[in-house]
């Protein structure tokens, strides 16, 4: 029987909700042309249809994912869904019947479309979450360390339990600006807080030295007579700076 | 003087030591302490030289009572000399490494009074830093020459890595340039890192609580153009310290004239970049690529050719060898094909059980093919139109990178510039196209 394709997926956003609209799809043979959720309604012809997220349902897949296709296939899926790629979920979803027909050499297909999507997307969000684990910097207020940043891709889940394994004892937060969300590491406690706005405070006299000396650090340590803007600025991109203390004014 | 001031002498004195990679040991976080260590390494900024920035790199101190001539500590040289206090330098380093400055601290220091002291007032810096603060991140340090064998094993037991440097490629120009040194008094200790990892390793099958001895290994660092060694000579010499001493990496600096002196190259030599960079794709090709020195130089031929790198030198010189069929080679020989990485030669490996490969799913795949299509065939093809006998192909790579070959080197050849940590090493250079 074809499967019909005039059909729209509602869900709430979730990850576990994506992986709902995938178990949708399977089972009642539908291959749907367009899955947003509630936050970026959309104008479509189609019917839409809203997938109500399951957990059992969910981890099941999570599960036939790992099984059927392999573990990388599932972490691929996983850096996608965090991307900010336009129509991601329909690509998800498209890769994942792919790998259910095929099984893990899947991932090895670079040159189908859509594997070359989802590798380079997942590709993506893997180094800007790398980049923020170098790029990151904090300051400190009272005690606790703050840190704003601005990622194109939602990197908080690949990039805070890195500094929760490296500061256990240390209170911090760090703003996402894009996705306006704050995550808050407390006495152990990880917690993610939607957060509308947020800005530095003014720093105390003890944050301000020590910005000073990593500014003097920073310009001291480079040889003046291999100055390489270029270079600096493929490793670091520009789009980085606005938050490093090392170009603050 | 404030510690402003302080930092910024030292930090200068410090700033020509290339090594500055963070790598080597994977260490996680534990309660109550600070900090970890990533194998890969971890960059935190880069500087307007485009190099990385990964650890706090200062000197204990640039009070030198040494003499040599291409150094700008030398006792005889009129500069503002500092020396951190121990506590100081413990509580700016955490500070930094709190706030997501750096990976950690790379030690090394000018010879205040006597080598001994020296180290033992280093031990103390580290001994504050991983038993007071509890810090668990990543230290290099730099072993003294000189310096008593026990207080080199304290220093050892403190640090992720260990380094001595050679300074200058030869016998005889160390004694030209650096007259308070001797070859031995560098190598004793080289060879002495390399027991007490042996030793150490023993210990820890045997000992579950030993401590770890400079588990990330040792590097060492020579000045490359300050005296007249060719290429093949230092290309010999670093092959026999990675299998001799066992050394993790070598790192090769291009001299900058900053002094005066008798027998240096006068102030106005320019510094070999491109030098310098030919001989750490060299490098890469005996570390990575499974190369001989022996087959990238020899007496006749002993320095690098500038237009184009040592393996597509190389290739060019063994013709015979090409082209290479995508579809079969095995991985080693892929390695050999320029402009092929380490990834590209995975990612064909990885692809082809899926079928046969041609030109376009090469493309597809990201797999750069500017310099390697003039070694590979696909199903017995070549890409069409391109020349087969070396002296074309060599035109032919000649002209494409023409216009580039018109800049200043840096600028040319920065795609490759990634000298100093193993993340690039591994993240960049490996995809890049050696
Ligand atoms: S020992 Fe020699 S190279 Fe080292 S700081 Fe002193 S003068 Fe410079």
Redesign the interface.
């Known amino acids: 029987m074809p499967y019909r394709t005039d059909i729209a997926y509602l869900y709430d956003g979730s990850f576990e909700g994506l992986l709902c609209c995938v178990y949708e799809s399977y089972y009642q043979k539908e291959l749907p042309s367009m899955i947003f959720n509630y936050e970026e309604a959309q104008e479509t012809l189609f019917p839409v249809k809203e997938i109500v997220t399951d957990r059992t349902a969910a981890k099941k897949v999570e599960y036939s994912i790992g099984q059927s296709i392999s573990k990388g296939a599932l972490r691929l899926v996983r850096l996608c869904y965090f991307s900010h790629m336009a129509e991601r979920e329909v690509t998800i979803l498209n890769f994942l019947r792919m790998g259910y027909k095929i099984g893990p ?1 899947v991932t ?4 189908h479309d859509t594997v ?1 999507a989802i590798t380079k997307t997942a590709q993506n969000v893997a180094s800007e979450s790398h980049f923020y ?8 207020y009272n005690g606790v ?1 703050v ?1 704003i940043i601005e990622p194109k891709n939602f990197v908080l889940p690949m990039t805070s339990p890195h ?8 209170q911090f937060l760090i703003y996402d600006k894009t996705h306006k969300v704050a995550f808050v590491y407390q006495n152990g406690e990880k917690r993610l807080i939607p957060l509308e706005g947020f800005e530095l405070p003014e720093a105390d006299a003890e944050e301000k030295q ?1 910005r ?3 500014k ?8 003046e ?8 600025m ?3 991109p520009k789009r980085y700076w606005a938050h ?3 170009f603050m004014e | 003087m404030d ?2 001031e302080k ?2 002498i030292l ?2 004195a410090a ?2 030591d290339v090594a500055c990679t963070s790598s080597g040991v994977d260490r ?9 260590a990533a194998a890969c390494g ?12 990964a650890l ?2 200062v000197l204990m101190s640039n009070a030198c009572v040494y003499d040599c001539s291409y150094c700008v500590n030398r006792k005889s040289n009129d500069v503002p000399r500092a020396t951190f206090e121990p506590r100081e330098l413990a509580e ?1 380093m955490i ?2 490494y ?4 750096i990976e950690g601290l790379f030690l090394s220091s000018a010879v205040v009074r006597n080598p001994d002291y020296t180290c033992e007032q280093m031990i103390e810096v580290l001994s504050l830093i991983r038993n007071t603060y509890r810090f668990r ?1 990543y230290i290099h340090v730099k072993a003294i020459p000189g310096a008593d064998d026990k207080l080199l094993t304290a220093l050892g037991l403190l640090a992720d890595r260990m380094s001595v440097n050679l300074e200058l490629p030869s016998h005889d120009s160390l004694k030209l340039l650096a007259p308070d040194k001797s070859r031995e008094s560098i190598l004793v200790p080289m060879g002495r890192i390399k027991t007490g990892i042996h030793e150490n390793r023993t210990d820890l099958a045997k000992y579950r609580n030993t401590p770890r001895f400079v588990p990330a290994g040792q590097s060492t660092q020579m000045i490359v153009g300050a005296t007249p060694e060719t290429d093949y000579q230092i290309i010999n010499l670093s092959a026999a310290l990675y299998k001799k001493y066992e050394l993790k990496r070598v790192f090769y600096s291009a001299y ?1 004239p900053v002094m005066t002196g008798r027998n240096l190259p006068s102030l106005d030599t320019k ?1 070999q ?1 491109l030098r310098e960079h030919r001989l750490y794709q060299a490098d890469w090709l005996l570390r990575f690529y499974q190369f001989d020195a022996t087959e990238l130089l020899d007496e006749k031929n002993p320095n690098f050719n500038p237009l184009i790198d040592p393996k597509c030198n190389w290739a060019l010189n063994h013709y015979d060898f090409f082209p290479v069929e995508v579809n079969t080679a095995p991985y080693e020989t892929l390695l050999r094909v320029p402009g092929l990485g380490v990834i590209g030669a995975k ?1 064909i490996i ?2 082809r ?2 079928g046969s490969l041609d030109f376009p ?1 090469l493309k ?3 797999v750069v093919l500017k310099r390697a299509q003039y070694f590979i065939t696909c199903r017995g093809k070549t890409a069409l139109g391109l020349p087969s006998n070396p002296e074309a192909v060599l035109r032919g790579l000649l002209s494409e990178q023409g216009a580039a070959l018109a800049q200043p080197p ?2 040319q050849f ?1 795609l490759f ?2 000298t100093d940590s193993t993340k ?1 090493d591994l993240v960049k250079c490996l995809t890049g196209q050696i």
């Not at chain 2, 971890?42 to 920035?53: M, N, Q, T, V």
């Open positions: 050499r090895n297909m670079l040159a070359r684990k170098e790029f990151l910097r904090f300051s400190e360390l840190a500094f929760c394994d490296r500061f256990p004892s240390e020590y000073a000396l990593w003097r650090f920073y310009n001291t340590i480079a040889i007579g291999r100055s390489n803007p270029k270079l600096r493929g490793n670091m490093m203390t090392e | 510690i402003l930092l910024t930090t200068d700033k020509y996680k976080g534990a309660p109550g302490s600070i900090g970890n971890i960059c935190h900024s880069f500087s307007a030289d485009g190099r990385c920035i706090l790199k700016l500070q930094f709190r706030r997501n400055y991140g900058m510094p970049l990612k990885r692809a059980r899926m799913d597809k795949m990201g840096m600028e920065s510039d990634h690039e």
